[in-house]
């Protein structure tokens, strides 16, 4: 009889522990990372100059509009430093609001911190670059990702695409 009831003891704990393990794996709400793209439109809103010789620094606003996995609304702050005829380098800060599909057909509300970085080799030139998910509020407080963007020339339009994933 002793060695039924340690052997039930046993086997109730191994179903505890599991049970804990599994509760802890489906509360921290890690997903699989999931591939995006699509694109986002703006216009610019604000812009300044400055020059030093050839090389030119512009700080900016603007506004956009977000289509695919990412709907939505955003603004943001940009620098371009560059020269006159040739290559530049961009950063933007941008603040998106809206609703990101995690999942096929199960998107999520709140806003996310989203930071690009790119570079064109000429006026000609596609502007190439990252952007990387570091930080947001309400559902998507969680949510994490990065990617690659490409945009033309005197273009308004950004493609998108990478990985997403809540942590």
């Known amino acids: ?13 191994v179903v505890i522990a599991a049970i804990v393990v599994w509760t802890v794996v489906l ?9 995006v793209e699509g694109s986002w ?15 030119t620094t512009v700080n900016g ?8 996995p990412f709907e939505g609304t955003s603004t943001s702050f940009w620098t371009m ?4 005829s040739t290559a530049a380098s961009f950063e933007e800060t941008v603040s998106f609001e809206g609703s990101v599909e995690v999942e ?25 670059g990252t952007w990387e998910i570091v930080g947001g509020e309400g559902d998507l407080a969680n949510l994490r990702g990065s990617g690659t963007f490409t945009s033309e020339p ?11 994933h809540f942590d």
Request: net charge negative.
């Open 41 to 55: 439109s703006y216009e610019i809103t604000n812009a300044n100059a400055v020059g030093a010789g050839d090389v």
């Open 104 to 128: 096929a057909g199960k998107g999520s509300q709140g806003t996310l911190k989203i930071l690009y970085a790119g570079e064109r080799q000429d006026r000609e030139s596609d502007i190439v």
């Open 61 to 68: 606003t603007s506004q956009g509009t977000w289509a695919g």
């Open 27 to 35: 509360s921290s709400g890690s997903t699989e990372p999931r591939s």
């Open 81 to 84: 430093i560059g020269e006159r």
């Open 154 to 164: 005197n273009s308004y339009v950004v493609d998108y695409s990478g990985e997403i």
């Open 1 to 13: 009889m002793k060695k039924i009831l340690v052997a039930i003891a046993v086997v109730v704990a």
